[in-house]
């Protein structure tokens, strides 16, 4: 038996259903194989989709046609906006879903999508020499090979898996899932460098277990935005849950101390690096020993369920360790354990060895996504996989590969990161990585990224109706302001109306850069001066014009640097360049930039060590060369 594909997409976790999506999406015949399709979409750690950054790459995500935006809309339990204390570059959303529906919701929309297979089954390699040819299969206990030339691998924690609980080891990817020797062995079969990452989940708890009145309400805002674009709000028919926080105490903390060299962590039974983002409970309690407690929230996993995931408590200790420090916490001391907590160690493989499309410089046509490159989180997973998906089909077409620079999406900054400066340790997304993040905030995804979409055909026609209709308000209604002017004639008005007066004619736009000057304050000024103004009603429109206003001198200033920096990157660098043979350059630089292989000058100057004369050296003789 054999098939053939365009695209064969393994594993269909987060990452895995963007790849499979998006080619598909594009026209490609592809396939999705997995071990279960009862775990499509699994959500094998937190409920939620969204937090400081992560949010920013969800909505990149939706506006480049991704799925994990509309899905969570659709099946939202919990959501909150965050960063409302600081500048719009970091605001996002955070929501929680219903862990049974998100993923039966996915597998639907995989189920029903054109151009794409779902297959039950296991890859044990992938086939070709020189470049991917296909991939060996075992479906139904058979071998299989399937021809393709080009494959996409999501593998996520699954690669030569091992779970701890205290002392206690399972060979395993995560809780009821086995774990993947044989692709571990082709990667290294192909001079892939694999290191061991860990990372961790918590314990679930009964919520009817749990004293709700110790504990601070945290209720949802309804009022936050949608997290796709295709929608006005979410669309659950249902009052949102809230959550719910409470913290550690110096009770907890005797507790796990007195215990820490049970803990996997601890005992040196995890050879694997953890996330430095997100730590244990007992690694906190060790790197944070002045800290007197640790903020803890309980998390509703379901619709009409019982499980809760107890947030900030990852642990590898004992389940009877668990229990013992839980129940210390306020609100649960009478706690009932569903589920211990545990961690995962598996093989990554370093993201060095990839390009700026994902695909791997050791085999042409093999993708890597996901976890498997050294991320943690759903969203970072979402954001390479789309990433991986779009170019695995245009690399099967023989079209020109879809590149995203640091200054159009923070899905470029992490790939960008991935790609020149490699992981220590497991990597999360930080709006602190983003320098032009201004430039990037989660309000305006679709009008940096939508564009794009529909250009290689992942925008549907609804959602480029809505985009144009959108973007003709809110040009409208920054040409109403620009046109609109009052002068010092009007200071009077502006006075008795608690607004500093003016020195020349000016327009309502330059009002807006004012602090204390709102959207709200120009139509109430327009209105009491006789002028005419011409806004939209749309709140999204009305947000982006009234940010336009209020950063435009801040916005022009980072569109500056980023386009001073883009003149770097679009020096491109010939794939088979010697830096060995190029006099002045350091020893490091040499080394680095051998190894890495950056593809334009902008990403070698990333490169950690690289020196800045070592750069000018370089351009100079890249120009030369041009000159020639």
């Known amino acids: 038996m054999s098939l053939s594909f365009d695209v064969v997409v393994v594993g269909a976790g987060h990452a895995g259903i963007e790849a499979a999506l998006a080619s598909a999406r594009m026209g490609l015949r592809t396939a999705c194989i997995t071990l279960r399709l009862d775990r499509v979409g ?4 937190n409920c939620s989709i969204g937090g400081p950054a992560k949010g920013h790459i969800a909505r990149e995500v939706d506006a480049l046609g991704g799925q994990m935006g509309i899905t969570t809309d659709y099946t939202l339990t919990h959501i909150r906006r965050v960063g409302t204390g600081k500048g719009p570059a970091v605001q996002t959303i955070r929501a929680q879903v219903c862990k049974v529906q998100y993923p039966a919701f996915m597998l639907r929309v995989l189920q029903g999508q054109s151009n794409l297979t779902l297959i039950e089954g296991l890859v044990e390699d992938i086939l070709g020499e020189e470049r991917v040819e296909g991939v060996l ?72 277990s749990i004293d709700l009145s110790k504990t601070e309400i945290l209720p949802s805002e309804p009022e936050a935005r949608a997290v796709s674009y295709l929608h006005d709000r979410y669309l659950v028919d249902r009052e949102l849950y809230a959550c719910y926080q409470t913290r550690t105490t110096a ?30 409970i007992e690694d906190k309690i060790v790197r944070f020993a002045h800290k007197a407690s640790h903020p803890i929230f309980l998390e509703l996993e379901e619709w009409d369920g019982e499980s809760v995931y107890v947030q900030g408590f990852s642990t590898s200790l004992p389940r009877e360790v668990q229990m013992e420090a839980l129940q210390t916490v306020p609100g649960l001391a009478e706690v009932e354990m569903i589920r211990p907590g545990y961690a995962v160690e598996y093989d990554m493989a370093d993201p060095l060895q990839l390009g700026p499309t994902l695909m791997s410089k050791q085999m042409p046509g093999l993708f890597l996504a996901g976890q498997l490159n050294g991320t943690s989180g759903y969203e970072e997973a979402a954001g390479q996989g789309i990433v991986a998906g779009i170019n695995s089909a245009r690399f099967a077409r023989d079209e020109r590969e879809v590149v995203f620079p640091r200054d159009g999406s923070f899905i470029g900054v ?10 220590e340790d497991p990597y999360r997304m930080l709006t602190a990585r983003a320098e032009h993040r201004l430039l990037l905030r989660s309000d305006n995804a679709d009008q940096r990224l939508t564009p794009i979409a529909r250009e290689i055909g992942l925008c549907s026609d609804e959602r480029w109706q809505r985009f144009e209709t959108k973007m ?47 959207l709200a304050d120009a139509e109430k000024l327009v209105q009491l001066a006789g002028l005419s103004l011409d806004l939209p009603y749309d709140d ?14 801040y916005i022009a200033m980072q569109r500056r640097l980023a386009d001073k920096a883009k003149q770097l990157d679009d020096l491109h660098i010939p794939k088979t360049f010697e830096y060995s043979s190029l006099k002045g350059l350091s020893y490091e630089t040499k080394e680095k930039l051998s190894r890495i292989r950056p593809t334009t000058v902008g990403q070698a100057s990333r490169v950690p060590g690289v020196r800045p004369s070592d750069i000018a050296l370089l351009i100079g003789h890249l120009r030369s060369r041009r000159k020639g």
């Open 42 to 45: 699994h959500l094998p750690c």
């Open 137 to 208: 299969a075992v479906i139904d206990g058979s071998p299989v090979s399937i021809s393709c030339p080009a494959v996409v691998l999501t593998t996520g924690t699954f690669l030569n898996g091992l779970c701890h609980e205290g002392e206690r080891q399972t060979v395993a990817a995560r809780h009821g899932d086995q774990a993947v020797q044989g692709l571990s062995s082709y990667l290294e079969r192909i001079g892939v460098r694999l290191r061991r990452f860990k990372t961790g989940t918590t314990p679930r708890v009964k919520l009817s």
């Open 251 to 280: 009770a907890t903390h005797q507790v796990l101390s007195d215990n820490l060299q049970k803990s996997a962590m601890y005992s040196g039974q995890i050879e694997g690096v953890g996330p430095r983002y997100c730590p244990s």
């Open 414 to 423: 992490m790939i960008d990161d991935l790609v020149t400066k490699g992981v």
């Open 472 to 518: 003709n308000a809110i040009d409208s209604g920054l040409a109403s302001l620009r046109s609109a002017f009052v002068s010092s004639a009007e200071n009077a008005l502006l006075e008795s109306n608690g607004w500093a007066g003016l020195d020349n004619r000016t327009s309502l736009f330059d009002l807006l850069k004012r602090p204390a000057f709102s």
């Open 540 to 553: 999204d429109a009305r947000e982006q014009i009234e940010l336009t206003g209020k950063y435009d001198g």
